[in-house]
């Protein structure tokens, strides 16, 4: 049992002081599971090599708990190190069918064809188990319908997917109605004028996800004057302390500027505990596209980066994965489609009150033309051209995302159209995805 304060810090996502409090606490206790979890602290912000070396410090203390085996593959995934994190995953195995769930989805989201096809003979005997619990199946379901994909049998594969999102949105349905009430307060914000001023310049990605934002964040990355971050949850946490002191959408247009300075300055510590010095840090939360507002209220300088990926391979893209808390839409193509409708029509109000402030990046054009679309995307953030921006199978740098070993891989085209795919299986949504195209085209400024 953690102590009541590093739990209280881990619970509030401020990882770094549940770290400060953890290392305190591990300098006068010889307790290994205050190394683990001060490992998996550290994995949180990105260090993951430091938390592959405490993991090993825990085990060789007598820790004992198959979860270990488990965040080390994590570690692994996001070094980039596939082999080794397939390795760590796979010695997991064998325990209750929670544990087999995760692990089996922890390997399907390497890629590759790790699931072979034993395999898929051993998910599906835990997924008729009935004992099996519903959050668990759905877990497995998405690992068998990854497998499918993998191999083509996409009837499979969207059977998997569908019945893996029911039993989510079930367990945790969408509440549609507070997102549009919320997208119609937004869209009501007439002017934003920020008496604010400062030097720093952070950098925003946001889009939907899985639209390539990750991509973007590391080609950024790369570069020797910008350190990546994680997908920060600050910007929400601080519009629900609006919310609830008079209104997130009434202060926007009549901020007080006495909280605004607090707001810059509380944004400001979380960010800068990645890396004090660093001229530009990114925050490539895609849910900041509700928040570009209060960014441009609290820093008028920064970089909003919006990445749009073609709406039926991005849909199909978040059907198919496994989303924890805040992606609740992703559970149904109803949900995705009603999330996409109100992102469309935010960004393109955003745009229209920060014109030329907010560069649209077509996904499908940067995969087509790497080279000119990185040039685009270094000038726009003010950036000279550095090599390695362009190589990313070279980066060493820690991800923290999903898509950990996608991004190291050479950018190509072989991602365009994977919706294509399931179309006969996405008829009913097939024109409402097309006139979703055409709006965001527009709203974007693409095929202009």
């Not at 397939?86 to 790790?114: F, K, M, N």
């Not at 997208?183 to 952070?202: A, C, G, H, R, W």
């Not at 601080?238 to 959408?249: D, Q």
């Not at 087509?368 to 740098?397: M, W």
Request: net charge negative; hydrophobic share 40%.
């Amino acid at each position: 049992m953690l102590d009541h304060a590093i739990q209280d810090a881990i619970d509030k996502g401020d990882y770094f002081d549940a770290i400060g409090l953890l290392q305190a606490a591990v300098s006068t206790q010889d307790d290994p599971q205050l190394i683990y979890q001060l490992a998996i602290n550290l994995q949180r912000v990105g260090s993951a090599q430091d938390a592959l070396d405490l993991y090993d410090e825990a085990k060789s203390k007598g820790f004992d708990n198959p979860m270990l085996a488990v965040n080390q593959g994590h570690a692994y995934k996001a070094l980039g190190n596939v082999v080794a994190a397939e390795q760590c995953y796979r010695q997991a195995l064998g325990g209750d069918t929670a544990l087999s769930a995760i692990v089996y989805w922890s390997l399907a989201d390497l890629g590759s064809r790790r699931i072979t096809s034993e395999d898929v003979e051993a998910l599906a005997r835990l997924i008729d188990l009935e004992s099996t619990l519903p959050g668990y199946r759905a877990l497995l379901l998405f690992a068998r319908g990854n497998a499918y994909d993998a191999s083509g049998k996409y009837e499979h594969a969207f059977g998997d997917f569908k019945v893996a999102n029911d039993i989510l949105s079930e367990i945790r349905p969408f509440q549609g109605e507070l997102y549009h009430k919320l997208i119609n307060e937004l869209m009501q914000v007439s002017s934003i004028k920020s008496y604010l001023d400062t030097d720093f310049t952070p950098i925003f990605i946001v889009g939907m996800p899985r639209s390539g934002t990750t991509l973007v964040e590391q080609i950024l990355a790369a570069h020797s004057n910008v350190t990546a971050t994680d997908e920060l949850v600050k910007l929400g946490h601080l519009s629900i302390e609006l919310e609830e002191s008079g209104g997130y959408a009434k202060f926007l247009d009549t901020p007080d500027a006495d909280v605004a300075i607090e707001l810059q300055q509380a944004y400001s510590r979380t960010i800068r505990q990645y890396d004090q010095q660093s001229p530009y840090l990114i925050d490539k939360n895609p849910n900041n596209f509700l928040h570009v507002g209060l960014i441009k209220l609290l820093f008028p300088h920064a970089k909003i980066i919006n990445v749009v990926r073609d709406p039926l391979d991005n849909a199909i893209g978040v059907y198919r994965r496994y989303f924890d808390k805040g992606y609740e839409f992703s559970y149904s193509m109803e949900g995705i489609l009603f999330h996409w409708q109100g992102y469309v029509s935010l960004m393109n109000h955003w745009n229209q009150m920060f014109p030329g402030q907010i560069y649209h990046l077509d996904y499908s054009k940067l995969a087509a033309h790497p080279k000119t679309s990185i040039e685009e995307l270094l000038r726009y953030c003010g950036l000279q051209e550095e090599a390695a921006c362009f190589d990313l199978q070279k980066s060493n740098q820690a991800v923290l995302t999903p898509s950990a070993i996608q991004v190291r891989q050479p950018i190509s085209t072989k991602s365009l159209g994977v919706g294509l795919k399931y179309q006969r299986y996405l008829q009913p949504y097939l024109r409402q995805l097309a006139q979703i195209k055409l709006q965001s085209d527009k709203a974007f400024g693409f095929n202009t």
